[in-house]
């Protein structure tokens, strides 16, 4: 290495015999600031361990002590490929040629149990991939009337539901859904119609349409899924029976002056409730 009190050599000779030239020598690298979107980075990363299910809107909510904004959020977690933890399968993509109906429900007062049912799917994350989930629920009451899960999205374990809600609470006046395939499908069109039920079905990209069923999978994920982490189809099921039973019996709702679903439901008809299978 270059001495630079060596007595003999200059620092040009010693250049020459190291073979490197008195620029290289002299030059000096510039300091490079550090880029401030890596602590937030950090930040986000931190988030997302706990809550992979937050997009940026709810990150940034969480990260509002460090003074940043929505946009600078979704700037870096686009940059660095981070999104929400979602399965890329559209669960309400309509089955292809299926037959349109119209969405009933606007501007309808809903006041009596079986008025109106509806049904929605969504999917829950296990240790071997997704899952998806299906419950079919009275509107007046907000009580689950029937649900069932499966590793596929084929239309059976919608129709399977539906069968089990009309053997144990008869038949509603209306049955909303969204234009999922399964909702669209022969198989499930041809129980509501060989009962009489009238089809309603939400306008495509209109979750608000079937609002009461988006309320529940919230209270669902945020109140159980997300706490407890099942890992198997077995723990998944015993958890779902679990909560539904809490949901309808013991949960008190705000939306219902502090009422169960339960009590709401058959607080209208002049018969005692049924025992249900589990």
């Not at 979704?74 to 933890?85: C, D, T, V």
């Not at 038949?171 to 119609?193: R, W």
Request: charged share 25%; with cysteine; proline share 4%.
């Amino acid at each position: 290495m270059v001495e630079t009190d060596h007595p003999e050599l200059s620092i040009v000779q010693q250049c020459t015999i190291l073979g490197i030239s008195r620029s290289s020598y002299y030059y000096k690298p510039k300091e490079v600031a550090e880029d401030p979107d890596l602590a937030i980075l950090e930040a986000i990363l931190e988030v997302l361990k706990e809550r992979p299910f937050y997009g940026y809107r709810r990150i940034a909510r969480e990260l509002a002590c460090r003074d940043v904004t929505r946009k600078q959020i979704r700037r870096i977690m686009k940059k660095a490929g981070l999104r929400a933890l979602y399965p890329g399968l559209q669960l309400s993509k309509p089955a292809k040629g299926s037959k349109k109906y119209p969405y009933l429900l606007k501007g309808m007062n809903i006041w009596l149990p079986n008025q109106v049912w509806a049904s929605d799917i969504t999917y829950i994350k296990l240790s071997g991939g997704y899952v998806y989930l299906v419950t079919i629920i009275d509107l007046y009451s907000r009580k689950i009337l029937s649900w069932r899960v499966s590793n596929t999205m084929d239309a059976q374990f919608c129709v399977s539901a539906l069968e089990e809600a009309l053997a144990h609470y008869g038949v509603p006046s209306i049955f909303n859904t969204d234009q999922g395939s399964q909702f669209t499908s022969d198989a499930f069109v041809s129980v509501l119609e060989s009962q009489g039920i009238q089809i309603s079905m939400d306008g495509v990209n209109r979750a608000l349409d079937n609002i009461f069923v988006e309320r529940f999978w919230r209270s669902l994920k945020y109140e159980d899924i997300y706490l407890r982490d099942y890992r198997t189809m077995t723990e998944l099921k015993d958890g779902l029976a679990r909560y539904l039973k809490f949901y309808n019996s013991e949960r008190f709702h705000q939306s219902l002056e502090y009422e169960t679903p339960d009590t709401i439901y058959w607080s209208k008809f002049p018969i005692r409730e049924p025992k249900v299978a589990a």
